[in-house]
């Protein structure tokens, strides 16, 4: 008996938002998370306690990406960027994983755009609140991408229409 | 001695999306809500248990819309939207306020369109945890449209930067 195959993981969408994140830890934590292996999204889960939301929406690309990192990632990842220690969860960790959302989907446009997807800048939303669940309204599959750091876990979803 | 004054809030801008929100409660729920006054958000607060997300992103136009439910109010919009009684959060609840989402940015898309304000449909993110709240990261007004239904209260939180 075989396994239902699950459908495959278009690489050439996820590697920009994967490159652009490791090289915004390394760059401004100095963090180097362990990487998980990249799934497609079956449910509410992965659950996170702060999120950052950012629109993907372009002439032919209509989505939208989310940064799910649970308390301790964010702590971590804040202390890193921000030469503080965080142990509790302030508006700059909230600016920070704003200001993550928008790196991480500045690089991934540029790097998208070099295959012909091309969208407009939008502003994050983020959300802050224990254990909270995200859902992409998409007719596309929705990519999670797991990271690891020692302070927790945390993910990028991507959720993507294209019509090329 | 004077209050310092809170900046104005631009009608033309809010009018769309309040009034779109209005017709859908009206034609697909049979609800009128009651409307509270609207104010610019200057913290976290309100408090929400299901938010739906979408990016505003347009030639001149960059921003985000965000529903935010209490658990009451979107127990009683789903059960009158979709003729089930809802005692609790389920799928259905989260794709009806994604439906809403989507329907009340579209509208309003129409509507800013008027006053020469264009931007491309993106999709809605859903956002499910108790107790949760909301920020936008803009450098413009974030204005928060109070509503009330008796079963709780809800909000539509608009952030605009525009370049006209």
Redesign the interface.
């Known amino acids: 008996m075989t396994q239902p195959s699950q459908p495959a993981i278009r690489t050439e969408l996820i590697r920009p938002f994967l490159e652009t994140m490791l090289n915004v830890l390394k760059t401004m934590a100095n963090l180097e998370p362990k990487i998980g292996k990249p799934f497609l999204k079956d449910g ?1 889960e992965p659950i996170g306690d702060v ?1 950052g ?7 032919n690309v ?3 990406m ?1 940064l799910v990192f649970t308390e301790g990632a964010l702590l971590e990842v804040s202390s890193h960027m921000l030469g503080e220690t965080y142990t509790e969860l302030t508006p700059d960790c ?2 920070c994983i ?1 200001e993550m ?2 790196m991480i989907s500045g690089g991934a446009r540029a790097g998208l755009s070099n295959i012909g997807l091309k ?20 007719r596309g599959p929705v990519i999670c991408i797991p990271f690891e750091l020692p302070g927790g876990k945390f993910y990028i979803e991507v ?1 993507f ?1 294209t019509s090329n």
Not at 53 to 59: D, M, N, R
Not at 122 to 138: L, N, R, W, Y
Request: with cysteine; proline share 2%.
């Open positions: 509410l999120t939301v950012i629109g993907l929406a372009g002439e209509c989505g939208s989310a909230l600016d704003g959302t928008n969208f407009d800048m939008a502003i994050p939303t983020m959300i802050q609140g224990h254990a909270h669940m995200v859902e992409h309204k998409t959720a229409q």
